[in-house]
């Protein structure tokens, strides 16, 4: 028979000092928001490039070589996440990232990326 596995229950711990940190439920959803809308490789490529300062979306859409509908969507998806934001010159809309958090978030996420690839190499032993 097996041994049986030693059940802990939340009683048994003083979380008093976890309680603090522990964040409301609009702000998980609106982050979960967040990263739903910097989860598509399409929508980062633009934020990566926002990172750079503000363009216009002509300029996006030569960058991206994507349609200019399928470059306005992908902006449409990032302003409604509040992760850009836009400004009109004429006929012109151009477009910057909305704070410095998105762009902290951007490098945290290229970096843990990129990170998380070295150690895929160094496990498997080669670069592929």
């Known amino acids: 028979m097996p041994e049986p ?3 802990c229950r939340g009683e048994d711990h003083d979380h008093s000092a976890h309680e603090a940190r522990v964040s409301s439920r609009a702000a998980l959803s609106g982050a979960a928001a967040l990263f739903e809308a910097m989860g598509d ?10 990172r750079q300062g503000e363009w216009c ?3 996006l859409v030569d960058e991206v070589r994507e349609k200019f509908s399928t470059v306005s969507q992908r902006l449409r998806v990032l302003r409604s996440a509040r992760l850009v934001v836009r400004r009109r010159q004429g006929t012109h809309l151009f477009y910057a990232l909305a ?3 998105v762009a902290d978030l951007i490098d945290n996420a290229l970096a843990h990326a990129s990170e998380r690839e070295g150690e895929s190499k160094e496990e498997t032993g080669h670069d592929s």
């Open 57 to 59: 979306v002509t300029e």
């Open 5 to 7: 596995k030693p059940r």
């Open 41 to 50: 490789e399409h929508r980062l490529r633009i934020l990566e490039l926002l």
């Open 99 to 101: 704070d410095r958090h």
